[in-house]
């Protein structure tokens, strides 16, 4: 049975659904990713199949125009130069996507997706499970990921999942509907798409997140399934010099801020180092820092070109990252407080919730970074033993779940209740999930 993933996004985005790919390839699925062409050796490494929508998003993020953009924190303007992305793109979409799922007989479609995933299922009629790594269904538990608050109260809370749906639409809204253009189908609702309706409807929802983090709403229903995060797990070997640092001296600090670059990388490295001397810490910081080279660094610094956080990460005394929900999901498994710096979108609602839990400080943005705010955070993170407690804990909990297990297990009994496959064993949802699944 073949099975197609789309994701979009950096390498965070896209990495947890690589994971659940190789999880579901071994239960037996025919794999194939659909995503831009940064990840095609990630993907193939993993050994999934491969199909490129084109373009290069975190190329795309390096631009001098979008760096002002993030760095700058609007969340109108970083959707709306989202939205002038996917429609400069949407008629190469439009050609490509229909001939790409044409062989599916399932898609899995992932945070952020790919436009006109949900109009070529809707044309084909071929069954469609989606897959995100934030919450995006209204609860009166939290404000949504997006709002730049962690509660309004109530049914305020659940409007604002409202908002976040409708905004979540507008960035693709162009490229589905030259899709479905060219499919000859209907627009969907106009204010917040077809994936709102399609939920309520009964297809079923993943969402790649521990519940010991963020717990499944009694509001949802047994569609909806938090199953826990999906992570990729790769044999390293890391280099001998990272070897000998770590071995000489106290765990360190890690710092480093994915894809999200600032437009004056040379003040972002002056401010690690900073903070890093400041707190007294040993630090390892990844590559990225411009007019930043290894031997300009004090003894007490490593500079990572690449390392695989779940290798990395358990190996710190704290992490500091800009607050991407795979990366989050690492340093909180890695069971070590974490500091976030958040760019954009729904990075800032991780930090919040990190800090809800006692196992990370308050977000600090980036825009308001200095050294001395950095510094104290981190001071924080490596004395304050409660919190160090707590994170220990916490990492304790999410490793002994099975997040890939779990969503596999969905997917299986949904392939098997609309009589796409057969299974010999039956399956069950995990006790992870915490409900009762569709009957």
Do not use: C
């Not at 436009?115 to 949504?144: H, M, N, Q, W």
């Amino acid at each position: 049975m073949k099975l197609t993933i789309t994701a979009a996004g950096t390498r965070g985005d896209v990495q947890p659904y690589v994971a659940l790919g190789t999880g579901l390839a071994a239960a037996g699925f025919d794999v194939q990713m659909l995503t831009s062409d940064d990840f095609e050796s990630l993907v193939t490494h993993a050994g999934l199949g491969f199909r490129s929508i084109g373009g290069s998003i975190e190329q795309t993020l390096q631009s001098d125009e979008w760096r002002q953009t993030v760095e700058g924190g609007n969340f109108l303007k970083i959707m709306r130069k989202m939205n002038e992305e996917m429609t400069r793109r949407a008629h190469e979409l439009a050609a490509k996507v229909p001939s790409l799922l044409a062989d599916s007989d399932l898609i899995v479609a992932g945070t952020g997706g790919v436009p006109g995933t949900v109009a070529v299922a809707e044309k084909s009629g071929k069954p469609l499970v989606l897959a995100f790594v934030f919450p995006i269904t209204p609860t009166r538990d939290y404000a949504s990921p997006l709002m730049p608050f962690d509660s309004l109260g109530g049914a305020l809370n659940r409007a604002s999942f409202y908002l976040m749906q409708a905004a979540l639409w507008q960035t693709g809204r162009v490229g589905d509907l030259t899709v479905r253009r060219e499919l000859g189908i209907a627009p969907p609702p106009r204010l917040r798409g077809a994936v709102p309706r399609m939920i309520q409807h009964g297809t079923p929802l993943l969402y790649g997140f521990s519940r010991h983090v963020l717990p499944p709403s009694v509001e949802w229903s047994a569609n909806i399934h938090t199953t826990g995060y999906w992570f990729l797990d790769q044999t390293w070997t890391p280099p001998d010099d990272l070897i000998a640092f770590l071995e000489r001296g106290a765990s360190p600090v890690y710092i480093g801020f994915g894809s999200m670059s600032a437009r004056n990388p040379e003040e972002s490295a002056k401010i690690a180092l900073d903070a890093l001397a400041l707190s007294g810490q040993r630090g390892v910081i990844a590559s990225g820092w411009g007019g930043l080279h290894a031997e300009d660094l004090p003894d007490n610094v490593y500079m990572l070109r690449s390392a695989p956080h779940g290798w990395l990460f358990p190996r710190m005394s704290a992490v500091v990252h800009h607050g991407g929900a795979g990366t989050t999901a690492a340093g909180l498994r890695a069971g070590v407080p974490t500091v976030i710096i958040p760019f954009m979108g729904d990075q800032a609602f991780w930090g919040r919730r990190t800090a809800h839990l006692g196992v990370g400080t308050a977000p600090i943005p980036r825009k308001r970074l200095t050294a001395q705010s950095l510094a104290a955070a981190i001071t924080r993170t490596v004395t304050d033993q409660a919190m160090r407690q707590r994170a220990a804990e916490l990492g304790e909990k999410i490793r002994a779940e099975d997040g890939i297990s779990n969503a596999v297990q969905v997917i299986q009994r949904y392939a098997t209740e609309i009589n796409l496959v057969r299974y010999s064993t039956p399956n069950q949802l995990s006790a992870a999930d915490g409900r009762k699944p569709a009957q």
